[in-house]
T-cell receptor
Framework: AQSVAQPEDQVNVAEGNPLTVKCTYS??????LFWYVQYPNRGLQFLLK??????LVKGSYGFEAEFNKSQTSFHLKKPSALVSDSALYFC????????FGSGTRLQVQP | EADIYQTPRYLVIGTGKKITLECSQT?????MYWYQQDPGMELHLIHY???????EKGDLSSESTVSRIRTEHFPLTLESARPSHTSQYLC?????????????FGEGSRLTVL
């Protein structure tokens, strides 16, 4: 059974607009959740994590994510998108090792 | 900047060849991982290690094998490559702790088997 789900294969947004990349999880207990970004022909880079505490987590490059236990979600957000944010984004959950979602391609149009 | 290195970055080989993908990290991390990334971009954990002489299979069944003789080194071997092994292979490491924590990834090894 999939532990994290990313329902959108691709998200398109205009530069300067807010962006949201969705992630839901299906693990029991208190999940440890992560977001990673992958640029073309590169490995993944860590963006942010939720372990405990404040439900709003701030990360690299102006990204943030909100942990919502009632909706079992951990959506990635940014108030104002940049063209350089165009990349693949992966949500992940810690199950002893990280299990990744299927990925969402973010395309920011100038 | 992460200090984890993978070689080769790109490899094209014929069916039946034996190949080893190298992964080394200089951060002293105990935990290391191999992920396979298919063209549809989904990532699958194929092997992981929590330390020297410790190796485990991941979620995705793989015909590859791994070894962990030194902390810094986690090579992946395919004894007889097949076209179905064509994929990108990503190595990662993380510190020890109660949870996996932040993974540091190498830049990947893209394997094509003809």
């Amino acid at each position: 059974a999939q532990s994290v789900a990313q329902p959108e294969d691709q998200v398109n947004v205009a530069e300067g607009n807010p962006l949201t990349v969705k992630c839901t999880y299906s693990v029991s207990g208190n999940p440890y959740l992560f977001w990673y970004v992958q640029y073309p022909n590169r490995g993944l880079q860590f963006l942010l994590k939720y372990i405990t505490g404040d439900n709003l987590v701030k990360g690299s490059y102006g990204f943030e994510a909100e942990f919502n236990k009632s909706q079992t979600s951990f959506h990635l957000k940014k108030p104002s998108a940049l063209v350089s944010d165009s990349a693949l984004y992966f949500c992940a959950v810690d199950r002893g090792a990280l299990t990744f979602g299927s990925g969402t391609r973010l395309q920011v149009q100038p | 900047e992460a200090d984890i290195y993978q070689t080769p970055r790109y490899l094209v080989i014929g069916t039946g060849k034996k190949i080893t993908l190298e992964c080394s990290q200089t951060m002293g991390h105990d935990k290391m991982y191999w992920y396979q990334q298919d063209p549809g971009m989904e990532l699958h954990l194929i092997h992981y290690s929590y330390g020297v002489n410790s190796t485990e299979k991941g979620d995705l069944s793989s015909e590859s094998t791994v070894s962990r003789i030194r902390t810094e080194h986690f090579p992946l071997t395919l004894e007889s490559a097949r076209p179905s092994h064509t994929s990108q292979y990503l190595c990662a490491s993380s510190e020890s702790g109660t949870y996996t924590g932040e993974l540091f990834f190498g830049e990947g090894s893209r394997l094509t088997v003809l």
